[in-house]
């Protein structure tokens, strides 16, 4: 298998993501940072699209079969979507706090933490997508830049 696919389905999986897929194919394969870059975020987005769509279908299939399922997902809503009422009114504050959800690089908050979060906050589909494509960006960008930032010798102290 070729190097970039390899890249593109390391951006594609759920644990490492954009974070990993980045910095392995700059060591591993010895990528430009930008085709690194383009590759991660191309994998990355990949899933975004069809795992909202199908977890908004399989979860209303499991809520018409099982009772207990059903019971659990309306408690669920419930409970997010009242509790986030009071604090976002509007679309775009919810929609603001996913993008930056999905921009920070740290661990279970990319793309796929962000689809489920968006699914459970009960955001609009399209909104959401793009709200989790520039969120994926962003992050891309910032991993980006520590790996180019570390490539000249430039230390981090934390």
Known sequence: MSAEIITIFLGASPVLELRGAIPFAVVHYHFPIYKALLLGIFGNMLPVIPFLYFLREFSEYLSHKFYFF???MNWLFERFQKKQKSNFEDWDW????LFIFVAIPFPFTGAWSGVIAAY????????????IFLGILCSGMIVASVMYLGALGINFVF
């Open 120 to 131: 459970i906050l009960g955001l609009p589909f399209w909104k959401s997508v793009f709200a």
């Open 94 to 97: 919810k929609l603001l706090a």
């Open 70 to 72: 059903n019971r659990f």
